[in-house]
């Protein structure tokens, strides 16, 4: 049940070990990255309450569970 997540953009599946996780395609990614951009996040407190990032390893390589 662990083998994918949901694009926070369109809702759709995406699969754990996708290059674009967790978007599911360039075009999310490029969305999201415009949310970004233009209503400008406030960051104070950087990686604390505003993702919700539980212990998902994004940039270490693969850690997926069967
Ligand atoms: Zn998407």
């Given at each position: 049940?662990?083998a994918s997540v949901r694009c926070?953009?369109?809702?759709?599946?995406?699969?754990?070990?996708?290059?674009?996780?967790?978007f599911c395609g360039d075009r999310?990614?490029?969305?999201?990255?415009?949310?970004?951009?233009?209503?400008?996040?406030?960051?104070?407190?950087?990686?604390?309450?505003?993702l919700e990032e539980s212990d998902?390893?994004?940039?270490?390589?693969?850690?997926?569970?069967?």
């Amino acid at each position: 049940m662990a083998a994918s997540v949901r694009c926070p953009i369109c809702g759709k599946e995406v699969p754990i070990n996708d290059p674009n996780m967790p978007f599911c395609g360039d075009r999310c990614r490029v969305i999201d990255l415009g949310n970004w951009a233009s209503e400008k996040y406030v960051i104070s407190s950087p990686r604390q309450n505003e993702l919700e990032e539980s212990d998902e390893p994004f940039e270490s390589a693969e850690g997926r569970d069967h």
